[in-house]
């Protein structure tokens, strides 16, 4: 089960605001991909690497940022105690700690109490929201309140 985060702003009729705004916004969305890869979790590289942003330039109105591997909202959300293989958990193992055994602990923790989420797309948009989207505002000369909240959506 992947992420994905649909950004949609209602455009003005004016031509001048309207590429101020979707200025502002790409700037933002560049930003929240740029810390979504930096706060993904890391064994191998594939959740980092699935990150993308749609599409990639200053003309749309509607972005959507994704991952694309199946464990994406597993990492974001953490989950509810499970069982799981243990042959990934040995390969694991051995990359992080060089002890196969451990690999038995990690999935006796995660039948007992699932795994820990690690958010990276929600610390990004919270970041993107809070720091840069004013300053991508103010450098296109866009001034007012910005709405807090109301120009993401995530969904699983």
Not at 70 to 90: D, F, N, Q
Not at 93 to 106: S, T, W
Not at 115 to 133: G, I, Y
């Amino acid at each position: 089960m992947n992420i994905d985060f649909k950004v949609k702003v209602k455009m003005p009729e004016n031509e001048e605001i309207k590429a101020k705004l979707r200025k502002a916004l790409y700037k933002s969305m560049v930003k929240m991909k740029e810390i979504a890869i930096r706060q993904a979790p890391v064994d191998l590289g594939e959740l980092r690497a699935s990150i993308q942003l749609e599409p990639n330039n200053m003309n749309s109105d509607v972005y959507y940022l994704h991952d694309g591997v199946s464990y994406g909202a597993c990492m974001e959300y953490g989950t509810r105690a499970h069982w799981v293989p243990i042959k990934p958990l040995i390969e694991w193992a051995r990359r992080h700690k060089g002890d196969e055994g451990f690999a038995y602990a990690v999935r006796a923790k995660i039948a007992k109490e699932g795994v820990n989420a690690h958010p990276f797309f929600r610390p990004a948009l919270n970041e993107v929201t809070e720091k840069w989207l004013p300053v991508y505002f103010s450098d296109t000369g866009l001034s007012g309140n910005i709405p807090r909240g109301s120009w993401a959506s995530g969904d699983v």
